[in-house]
């Protein structure tokens, strides 16, 4: 299946493009789709993973607009199609 990611701010930055179409097995989970693209964008690891190898809790991602909280998070099933959106953070002040 394919699933399109669109990321936002410094995950853009990290990735190195704002948007992609990423190939995964039918089936895959939101946080088998943030490995596989920690894999192919080694610049995402800092941002999406903790030193231990957890997922980040600041990392805001959402499957066709509904952020992963209101879903199963990183357990959420993808389905060919979807729009996965990668967002860090903002900050200011």
Known sequence: ??????YYAIAGDAAGRRDEVVSLQEGSTVLVLVHALVGLHDALRGLVFDADGRPMDYLMLSV???DIVGLDGFGTVLRDGDLVRVMPPIGGG
Do not use: L
């Open 1 to 6: 299946m394919r699933v399109r990611v669109r």
């Open 64 to 66: 066709n607009d509904v």
